[in-house]
Every structure is written in structure tokens, then in C-alpha cells.
């Protein structure tokens, strides 16, 4: 039962995401025609509405496993304070339309901003401010950019493990094979798009890593040989397409996700959270790019007891002090965990944090020699 | 008692030594006091009681004033200065007293408003001009009805006050104007029955700029519009000849021409009895002595303004003095308490219908042609009393089109000031005028411009004040700046305060208009963009395009433009 709910969200994640280019062009069409009806017939000052993409506006729902956007919209009617930002946007909506989806090209946040430096004075001056109107229009068309075909800049993670991924040339559709266990002491990176890819596995599960130097010496070691685990380094807060990736993956081999990073509040409340619920930029998205069967391995505070680490701690530092705060305060998933809560106040009690590198104190390959095995085996992960 | 010495003095040496100083030794040696302290000054201080007693002898006689002002250089430092008037003329018989005695004049024993007040000033000018060339001042003048001018040349003599004729003939002469002609039409020459020209050679020194006798024939127009002028400047060029022989041609300047903006003769003043307030003790004691009545109550009702028969008994009864006195008795004794008695009289203002003002058209139109304004304004007050003498004061102010001739002013220097007395511009002594000191005691800020403290405000704007009064008070003879009297700094002070309000006003509205425009561009900037994304994306046609532009315009425009 539970696989076949699966199934079907996937299939359902499938088709909005693969959602036909023509469909998008169409909404885009939409949102054009109301605002011109607005301006001719109705004569009156035309608006567009977006959701608030923001904690404020997500809840919580364990039994659906994500961040879920909540109703609140923001209104932008055009006035002498918005009437830049207005046109910037007809011209992001035409540029889409015309020269990305009707052509069905492709264009990185970086170029969408280049672009722009033709428009004359209704030009982007930063970068960011593109950034934020192609947000903007993502949520107001309820799509995801790389749907529209904005390709993100960043890179996706790195891959190695008993995993073969089954891809396509975008040309031929010719079938290519890649098995991560045969890249030697490299590994395969997560391409911008990944809803086509399909998966062959042996794997116990997905080993979730923060940082890609824990990722090598892993690698090296060929640890996912031992463990059977498909290894995953996320560099950072996981991209969209890393995400997707592990969510598609798991969902796919029915493979539980462990989550391994920096003990501090970002790895807990930026990091980790993100990638099992998502995030409030993101709300209107989350239900594809949220992994619900992650858990969290560490370390967590306790392992800096457990574990002897408290020598190679380093103090809390302001942020950390108040992202903890916040994310007690504000945060729909801490605030809903009352284990998340004990750790976070358990850290600010000790006030200290502590790196995913720091059990190289009892020698450089203690982390995969006891940590790992003993905490999998204990299989005493925080939700 | 010491013996005396041989050597010191006695009051037999002594009084030998001693005898009268005529005013003339006097002001010689303190030149300084009628504005000759130094060749630049002179000039300009010739021109000055030249073209005043011109104005006042023009108005008096009901004519509409035409001069003409001729500066030309004679020698390296030396110039000679001819100012020429279509005036009523001059009586040959007054004519050396009134060019070559001092304190000689028509103005002085009266309560009159005219720009000459001691009858010093042309008289000093040709002392000066005698004092430093030698030379004698030249006298042409023509009566109306008199066949010849008389061609007159004094000098004075300084020891006794009186003039020495030098030259006196008659001959053909009439004064002759340069014509003002029209769009390219040279217009003869106008000739005049009457008028007087005066010339004086002297040591000198001709500049332009602030303190010139360009600024001050420019000011005076702006004051005097019903004056026509006309102004030329010879130099002497200097040239090496073919010889390698320096010679110094004299390089005949271009008449300058200003036509007359008011046809009209300003109101003529009406001339008052002194107001019992505004005389001192020794005056009182001198018209008691020189009055034609028989009693002191007919006394202080005929000599004095605003002194009926019956306050006039109030006033005798009061200094407990018999109102059938004889004046020149009162005189030498009890005029004291006489005097303390006038003082605590409370009597009526003295008549302020004497008083001749501009009026606040002709002040716009006289700025308006000195500056180029984008606003102008000015203020008339009514008539009222200081020490029982009435003036009046007149403001005008004009803020320059940013760009446009700014006429000497500039958004961060401190605002121009032009001061007036009795139509008679002062260059001079600004910093110790009352004039100066009231505008800077207004607080500029509130009507938007900015003001060092205690300073004259900061803005490319004129502020023009005109004192008019039977009896200026001076700080000094040479006429320069006006006494710090409570009463007319508070007068001052009012009218300049409502032309600034006036200008804030205006400052406002151009701000919210700049403000409306601004805003205007930037949605006019944006609002084609708008309209070329969504033809983009509706496949709109040119018309549609034009359509959502002309409604944005005016759905944008009517909410935030509005002013």
C-alpha cells in the first residue's frame, strides 16, 4: 500500500515536473492575459499575486513528510514604487516564453541576468535581483525552474556506491549505463536534471555526507563496499538537484537515507532539514524536493560525549547561537521534533560545536572504522 | 606761579593762531567723511551726487528724467566725469554757489524726501577734482525759456567756502541724448530746450564689478524706472606706435542705452512740518527763536506737524508755561521743560503721505530686467515713524532661473543685496547698514534656503530694500549705510519675512513639481517595457501595445502625480 502511494506521487512528481513546456508557456500566456485585461478592460491597475515563500508560510505535516506551502499570497500592483520591477517582469515572462520555451533552450540564472543588459534602462544592475524575479515567477507559475528551463549554476553532488544509473544521450536517446562503483577514486555528479534517470542497486542504503573531504576519504577507502551503501556528498546545502536525486533514488529502491554532517545548528537547521522538508524559499516545491525517509546519523551533541570529541570542539559563535534560537522559535520541524529540540538545547548548553572531521582525533580512519559501523549499528538516528 | 618762558605761548600767541576753519578746510582734509577716501570711491561718489541732483532737480521740476553719464580717461590715473540732464537748468546767478560752496542747497531746511540732503556732495566732488588736478568744474546749463546757455567754470576757494569764477559765457547749447532706436533703426539724436551738464576732472580709478559706477547706474535703474540712460566709457588704450613710442589713444566706448520702464513721475513728496517727537532740544530751542508766531501756543501749532491748537494748550498747561509766551522768551529759559512736556505729549504719528515709494510692480519689473528671475517678488509696507521722522520700507527679492543669467549670483554664495535710500543705491558699508543686519536676523531657513548663522542667507537670489524718508538717517556723510534704528530694522525685517514666505511658497511648489517630474520620467521609463513583455507574450498588435501605454500612463499618472 504504502508502495504504491509511492508510486503514484512519483508519477505525479513526474508529470508536474516533466510538466509539457507548451503547459508552462500557456500559464505564462495566462498571467500576461490578466494583467493586460486589468490594464484595457477593466481599467484598473493590474497585479500579480506569489505565494510567500518564507517559514511563515509552511507547516509541518509528518504523515506527508515536507514543509507544505500555506495559503498566504503577496500582491503586486503596479505602482510609481513598483512599476520597475513590474516591467522586469513582463520582460522575464517574454524572454521565457519566446527564447526558452517556444525554442526549448536552456539559460543558467547568470545568463538570464546577461540577457537582461539588452532591455536597455529596465535592465537587472545585480545579479540578485534577477535572481529574486525568477523566484518570484517560479512561484507564481507553481512551477520549477529548470521546467521553464533555467539550469542552476551550482553543481548537484557527487555519487559513488553500488549504484548503476541508467541515463539517456539527449540527442540519440540511446541508453547510457554508469556504475558508480567503477569510477575509481572519482565519482559521478548529479546532472541539473534528473527525472528521466533510472537506478539498479544492490545498496542497504543512501549514506547522506556534508562535506566532500569526508566524501574522498570515504571513497578512498571504498567504504561503501563494506557498509553496501551508495555514498552522497552534498557540499553545503543539497541543491534542488541533489535532492531530487536522493528522493527519486530512494523512493525508487526503497533504500533508508542517512544523513551525516558538521554538528553545528547550520547542519542540523539548514542542512539537514532542507533536504528531509525543505525549504521556506522553496515551499511551493517542496513536496518533490523533500526526502521524508532521511534520518539524521550526526553527530549530534551527544556523540561529542559518547564519543570523547569535547577536545576538539570549537565554541559557539554568535550565528550559531542565534540560527539555534531561531530554529526553536520559528522552525515548523524542530518545533514539531521534540528530540530536535533536546539536541539544539542540549548544544547551547554545552556551547560548543563540532566538524564531521573532528574524529580524526583517534586516528585519521576512526570515522569509518568504529563512528559509522557503531552508530549504524546502534540505529539510534534523530528523526 | 611759574614764570613764563619766553617761548611758550600766551593767550595773546594764541589768539593769533586761532581763527574760523571754513567747512571747506574742513571736509578738505577729512575727505574721507563725503566718500573721496580713495580714487576708485571718488569716481564713483562723483557720479553719484551728479546723477542724484539730476534726479532730484528732474522730479522737482515734473520732468521725466533723461541723463546721460560719460566717464572718460584723461591721463594714466586721471578721468574726467560729465553727467548731463534734461533737468528744469540753473539760474546763472546760483550757479557757482550751487556747484563750488558747500552746504549750499534747497534740501536741507526741509522735511522733504529727495536723494540730496545737506547740499555737499557735487560741491566736495568738484573740491576733489580741484584738489587733485587743478582743474575747474564745468558748468553748461540751459533754462527753458532762455535763448543761450551759460557756460560757467568754478573752482572754489577753500579757505572762505565760496566759489571763484573762473569762466562765465554764454553760447549755443542744448543737451543732446544718443536716440535709443528700434529693431536695427538708428534713432536720431533728442534734442533738449533745457538741462544742465556738469563735468569734473579728477584723480580716479575705474573698475567694474561690486563696488562700481557700472553696478551703481544699474542699480539705480532699478530704482528709478522712470529714468531713461545712457552710459559710455572712454579709455585710454595703451600702444607702442611705429617709433616704438608708447602712445595712448583714447579708444571711444559704445553708448549703453536703457529706455524708461515707467512713463510716469513717481508721486511727488509732499514736504512736512518736523513732528514735535522727532526734534532735539537745540532744533526746538533754534525754531522757537526763528518763528514768525507771537505765542508759544501759536508756535507749536503752525511749526509743528500733528499739533492742534487745542494739544498745543494741553502741551503749555502741562509744562506749566503760559500758552501767550513770547517763543523767544520760552527759548532761553524754559525750553527744557517744554521739551520733557512735547515728549510726554501723546500725539498723533506724524503725515506719512509725504513719502514716495516705488511700488511693488515697478521693484518686480526693475529686478526682472537686472536678473533673469524664475520668481519675483515685493513688498510695500505702510508708512510709519522713527523719532518722529516717517519712512517707509520697500523689499523686493528675486530668486534666478537656475541656468539662466544669474546676475552675479550663484546656489552657494550668499544671497546679493541691493540697499536703497530714497531711490539712491548704496555700495558701500554694507556689513554696518541696518539693512544688512535685518535680513540677516530673518531666518532664512524656514523659507528654504539655507543661512550660516547670523549671516546673510546662501541662494542665487537679489534681495532689494529701499528706505524712503524725509530724513534718512546715515551713519556717516558720505552716505553709505543706514543707522541701526530699532524701528527700522523691525520694518525691514517685516517685509522681507512675507517676500520670503512668498518665495518659500513658490520653492515648495517648484520642489513638488521637480519632485511630479521625476516621478513622471521614471514611470515613463518603465511603462514601454511593461507594454513590450506583454506584447510579447500575447502576440499583441502595435495598437494594443499603444493602448496599454496611453492607459498606464494615465492610470500611474493620475495616482501619483497629481500635485
Not at chain 1, 504504491?4 to 512528481?13: A, F, I, L, S, V
Not at chain 1, 508529470?15 to 495566462?30: E, P, Q, T
Not at chain 1, 539559460?107 to 536597455?120: H, L, P, Q, T
Not at chain 1, 554568535?318 to 518545533?335: E, G, Q, S, T
Request: some cysteine; charged content about 25%.
Amino acid at each position: 500500500m504504502a508502495g504504491k502511494r509511492k508510486t503514484r506521487e512519483r508519477d505525479e512528481g513526474e508529470a508536474v515536473l516533466l510538466s509539457s513546456r507548451a503547459d508552462v508557456s500557456r500559464r505564462i500566456v495566462d498571467v500576461g492575459r490578466g494583467v493586460f485585461e486589468d490594464i484595457v478592460r477593466r481599467m484598473r491597475k493590474p497585479s500579480l499575486r506569489f505565494p510567500i515563500r518564507a517559514l511563515t508560510n509552511v507547516k509541518y505535516d509528518p504523515k506527508t513528510g515536507y514543509f507544505e506551502i500555506r495559503g498566504k499570497t503577496a500582491t503586486r500592483t503596479l505602482s510609481y514604487n513598483t512599476v520597475k520591477t513590474f516591467a522586469q517582469s513582463m520582460r522575464l515572462l517574454a524572454t521565457t516564453k519566446k527564447d526558452l520555451l517556444d525554442k526549448n533552450d536552456i539559460a543558467g540564472k547568470r545568463e538570464i541576468y546577461y540577457n537582461s543588459k539588452s532591455w536597455g534602462e529596465c535592465r537587472f544592475d545585480e545579479q540578485p535581483e534577477s535572481d529574486t524575479l525568477l523566484d518570484d515567477m517560479e512561484a507564481m507559475l507553481g512551477v520549477n525552474r529548470e521546467q521553464i528551463g533555467y539550469i542552476p549554476e551550482e553543481r548537484g553532488g557527487d555519487v559513488a556506491g553500488p549504484l548503476t544509473v541508467v541515463d539517456r544521450n539527449p540527442s540519440t536517446g540511446e541508453v547510457i549505463r554508469i556504475n558508480c562503483a567503477k569510477l575509481g577514486t572519482g565519482a559521478w555528479s548529479i546532472p541539473a536534471r534528473v527525472e528521466h534517470l533510472e537506478f539498479e542497486s544492490d545498496a542497504r542504503f543512501i549514506l547522506v555526507i556534508e562535506t566532500s573531504s569526508l566524501f574522498q576519504r570515504l571513497v578512498h577507502h571504498r567504504y561503501y563496499e563494506k557498509a553496501k551503501c551508495v555514498l552522497i556528498s552534498m557540499s553545503g546545502v543539497p541543491t534542488r538537484a541533489c535532492r531530487r536525486f536522493i528522493r527519486r533514488l530512494a523512493d525508487d529502491r526503497k533504500l533508508p537515507v542517512l544523513v551525516f554532517t558538521d554538528g553545528d545548528p547550520y547542519g542540523y537547521c539548514n542542512i539537514y532539514r532542507t533536504l528531509k522538508v525543505g525549504s521556506g524559499q522553496a515551499a511551493h516545491i517542496n513536496r518533490f524536493f523533500c526526502v521524508p525517509q532521511a534520518h539524521y546519523l550526526g553527530v549530534t551533541p551527544q556523540d561529542i560525549i559518547d564519543y570523547k570529541l569535547m577536545d576538539a570542539t570549537h565554541p559557539l559563535e554568535d550565528v550559531d547561537i542565534k540560527r539555534a534560537k531561531d530554529a526553536l522559535r520559528n522552525d515548523p520541524f524542530i518545533r514539531h521534533h521534540k528530540e530536535w529540540q533536546d539536541a539544539l538545547n542540549q548544544m547551547l548548553k554545552m556551547g560548543v560545536r563540532v566538524e564531521q572531521q573532528a574524529f580524526a582525533k583517534h586516528g585519521l580512519n576512526y570515522v569509518l572504522d568504529s563512528y559509522l559501523p557503531d552508530k549504524i549499528r546502534k540505529a539510534r538516528f534523530l528523526p | 606761579m611759574p614764570r613764563s618762558n619766553a617761548s611758550s605761548a600766551n593767550a595773546e600767541t594764541m589768539a593769533r593762531q586761532q581763527r574760523e576753519i571754513s567747512v571747506s578746510e574742513f571736509f578738505l582734509k577729512n575727505r574721507h567723511l563725503l566718500g573721496f577716501d580713495n580714487p576708485r570711491k571718488a569716481l564713483l561718489t562723483t557720479v553719484k551726487e551728479a546723477v542724484d541732483n539730476s534726479l532730484d532737480a528732474c522730479e522737482e521740476a515734473g520732468l521725466l528724467p533723461e541723463l546721460s553719464v560719460e566717464i572718460t580717461q584723461t591721463g594714466e590715473k586721471r578721468f574726467r566725469v560729465t553727467v548731463m540732464d534734461n533737468g528744469p537748468g540753473v539760474v546763472r546767478a546760483q550757479v557757482p554757489r550751487i556747484f563750488a560752496k558747500l552746504l549750499y542747497g534747497s534740501k536741507f531746511h526741509r522735511l522733504r524726501m529727495s536723494r540730496g540732503q545737506q547740499g555737499i556732495g557735487i560741491s566736495a566732488a568738484g573740491m576733489y577734482g580741484q584738489l587733485t588736478t587743478g582743474t575747474a568744474t564745468r558748468i553748461l546749463s540751459k533754462v527753458p525759456r532762455g535763448k543761450l546757455a551759460h557756460h560757467i567754470e568754478v573752482q572754489i576757494d577753500t579757505r572762505k567756502n565760496t566759489p571763484t569764477i573762473l569762466k562765465d559765457a554764454e553760447l549755443e547749447w542744448a543737451p543732446s541724448f544718443p536716440g535709443i532706436g528700434g529693431e536695427g533703426v538708428p534713432a536720431e539724436p533728442r534734442v533738449y530746450s533745457h538741462g544742465t551738464s556738469v563735468a569734473i576732472e579728477m584723480e580716479a580709478h575705474y573698475v567694474r564689478g561690486r563696488l562700481s559706477v557700472d553696478e551703481y547706474l544699474r542699480q539705480c535703474l532699478v530704482a528709478n524706472p522712470h529714468l531713461q540712460l545712457h552710459y559710455r566709457v572712454n579709455l585710454l588704450d595703451k600702444e607702442i606706435d611705429n617709433e616704438g613710442q608708447a602712445t595712448t589713444p583714447l579708444v571711444e566706448g559704445q553708448w549703453v542705452s536703457w529706455k524708461r520702464t515707467a512713463e510716469a513721475l513717481p508721486k511727488p513728496p509732499v514736504e512736512i512740518k518736523p513732528h514735535p517727537h522727532g526734534v532735539e532740544l537745540g532744533m526746538m530751542m533754534q525754531m522757537l527763536r526763528d518763528t514768525e508766531s507771537r505765542t508759544l501756543r501759536g508756535v507749536l501749532s503752525e511749526d509743528f506737524s500733528r499739533v492742534s491748537s487745542q494739544t498745543a494748550l494741553d502741551i503749555c498747561t502741562r509744562a506749566g508755561l503760559d500758552a501767550k509766551a513770547n517763543p523767544r522768551r520760552i527759548a532761553s529759559r524754559e525750553v527744557e521743560t517744554l521739551y520733557k512736556a512735547v515728549n510726554e505729549t501723546k500725539l498723533m504719528r506724524p503725515p506719512t503721505d509725504c513719502l514716495s515709494c516705488i511700488g511693488e510692480p515697478l521693484i518686480v519689473a526693475g529686478l526682472s530686467k537686472e536678473i533673469d528671475a524664475e520668481f519675483c517678488t515685493a513688498v510695500t509696507r505702510d508708512p510709519t515713524v522713527y523719532r518722529g521722522n516717517p519712512f517707509q520700507v520697500e523689499v523686493g527679492i528675486a530668486y534666478a532661473r537656475p541656468g539662466g543669467g544669474g546676475g552675479e549670483t550663484a546656489a552657494d554664495e550668499p544671497v546679493r543685496v541691493m540697499r536703497f535710500a530714497n531711490r539712491v543705491p548704496l555700495l558701500y558699508m554694507a556689513g554696518a547698514c541696518a539693512v544688512t543686519k535685518a535680513i540677516c536676523g530673518v531666518n532664512w531657513k524656514n523659507y528654504g534656503l539655507a543661512q550660516p548663522r547670523g549671516s546673510l542667507p546662501l541662494g542665487p537670489m537679489v534681495v532689494m530694500v529701499h528706505i524712503a524718508s524725509v530724513w534718512v538717517p546715515f551713519t556717516s556723510e558720505s552716505k553709505e549705510a543706514i543707522a541701526h534704528y530699532p524701528e527700522m530694522i523691525r520694518e525691514i525685517g517685516f517685509a522681507v519675512q512675507e517676500c520670503g514666505r512668498r518665495l518659500s511658497v513658490h520653492l515648495h511648489r517648484r520642489h513638488r513639481e521637480a519632485e511630479a517630474e521625476r516621478k513622471r520620467s521614471y514611470i515613463e521609463k518603465y511603462i514601454p517595457h511593461l507594454a513590450l513583455g506583454l506584447k510579447d507574450v500575447l502576440n499583441l498588435t502595435d495598437r494594443d501595445e499603444g493602448r496599454v501605454v496611453d492607459h498606464l500612463r494615465r492610470m500611474l499618472e493620475r495616482t501619483h502625480l497629481e500635485v
